[in-house]
């Protein structure tokens, strides 16, 4: 089974600031991956980041980048110079063996001007 | 390249009607996942396919839930007889091969009055 925590229902940031996201997994499979969705007010689910539990580098996209600690079972979501248009819903998720993802609670991120 | 397509994207319907939601899958993807999100549970997996078989149905909440892909680029789930407890945001996604990243389709949000 597979499990996914994250502990901040609410994030604020400044605009252009940096922010970082919790994320802490709990698997038994030796080979698992690591996602973020962000889930914008319209409601769509928009894949941002992966990383395989093999991958020595951490993962970046863009802004985006995954601060992945593989003993302590996490794999944080940070965000730079942080926009306007990045106030949503965040998501950690991870899957498995069993392939489909286990979601966390989200992260609700506000982008103050 | 088109993503994900769903439909309805929105369904009002009164309790007891059969409701049917629609999926086409990103072409070329092996494996199709049917999600449920509501505010008390979040997202959840109901089932999901991998090269059209049905490989792990077990969040299916009960026999009123059905889900079929008769074709790699088209799945179906239908809800007969549906119950207000049933509203929620179904969402289809699909990938390419274990623990790759899925991409969403918009969601389809169900009301059950």
């Known amino acids: 089974a597979q499990k996914i925590t994250q502990t901040q229902p609410g994030m604020f940031v400044q605009e252009k600031e940096a922010v970082t996201l919790d994320c802490t997994y709990d698997?038994?499979?030796?080979?698992?991956?690591l996602f973020w969705y962000k889930q914008p007010s319209s409601g769509e689910m928009i894949f941002l980041i992966y990383q395989g539990s093999y991958d020595e580098q951490n993962a970046t996209e863009g802004r985006y980048s995954l601060n992945f600690q593989k003993a302590r079972k996490s794999a944080n979501l940070v965000i730079s110079a942080s926009q306007l248009g990045d106030s949503a819903m965040y998501f950690c998720?991870?899957?498995?063996?069993?392939?489909?993802?286990?979601f966390g609670s989200g992260t609700q991120l506000t982008v103050l001007p | 390249d088109a993503g994900v397509i769903q439909s309805p994207r929105h369904e009002v319907t009164e309790m007891g009607q059969e409701v049917t939601l629609r999926c086409k899958p990103i072409s070329g993807h092996n494996s199709l996942f049917w999600y449920r999100q509501t505010m008390m549970r979040g997202l959840e997996l109901l089932i999901y396919f991998n090269n059209n078989v049905p490989i792990d149905d077990s969040g299916m909440p009960e026999d009123r839930f059905s889900a079929k892909m008769p074709n790699a680029s088209f799945s179906t789930l239908k809800i007969q007889p549906s119950e207000p407890r049933d509203s929620a945001v179904y969402f289809c996604?699909?990938?390419?091969?274990?623990?790759?990243?899925?991409?969403f389709g918009p969601g389809t949000r169900l009301t059950v009055l």
């Open positions: 996604a699909s990938s390419y091969g274990t623990l790759n990243e899925q991409f």
């Open positions: 698997t038994s499979d030796q080979s698992y991956g």
């Open positions: 998720a991870t899957s498995g063996s069993a392939r489909q993802l286990t």
